[in-house]
C-alpha cells in the first residue's frame, strides 16, 4: 500500500514537470549545443525510426531504420527545429525538448502518439547503407 501511494505522489508531481518539457521547446542555439558533434539514434513506440548525424554548419545526415542516407539542413521557425533534405526540400518541422532520457520530438501538429525518443548517442559518423552494398 505505501508503495502505491509513493507512485502516485511521485506520479502527481512528475507529471507538470513533464508537460512543461513539452510545452517549451529547445531554441535553435538550445538544439544546436546539445545535438552538432553527435549521431542521435531515435525511437518511436519502442522500435528503432532512426539516426542522425548532426554537422557543424547546421548540415544533417539522416537514414531511416535499414535505408540510405539522405543529406540536409536544419533551421529555427517559430519554435520548432525544420530539416529539408536533398531529396525533398519540403520542410519537415518537429519540436524538441530534453527530459531526463534525452531528446524528445514531435512532428508539426501530431499528437504524443507520433513522438520520437532518443534511445543512443554517439560521437561517431552515422553508418550509411547504400544501393550498392552488399554481394
Do not use: H
Amino acid at each position: 500500500m505505501q508503495i502505491a501511494s509513493l507512485f502516485v505522489c511521485l506520479t502527481a508531481a512528475l507529471g507538470p514537470a513533464i508537460a512543461y518539457a513539452a510545452e517549451n521547446p529547445m531554441s535553435g542555439a538550445e538544439f544546436d549545443a546539445y545535438a552538432t558533434g553527435k549521431t542521435l539514434t531515435f525511437s518511436q513506440g519502442g522500435q528503432i525510426y532512426g539516426a542522425e548525424q548532426y554537422l557543424p554548419g547546421n548540415r544533417v545526415l539522416w537514414a531511416f531504420k535499414g535505408d540510405e542516407c539522405r543529406e540536409g539542413r536544419w533551421y529555427e521557425d517559430a519554435g520548432q527545429i525544420c530539416f529539408v533534405y536533398e531529396d525533398d526540400a519540403t520542410p519537415q518541422c518537429w519540436t524538441f525538448w530534453r527530459d531526463t532520457g534525452g531528446l524528445q520530438a514531435r512532428f508539426e501538429g501530431d499528437g504524443p502518439a507520433s513522438e520520437l525518443s532518443e534511445v543512443a548517442q554517439s560521437p561517431d559518423p552515422l553508418i550509411c547503407a547504400g544501393p550498392d552494398v552488399g554481394v
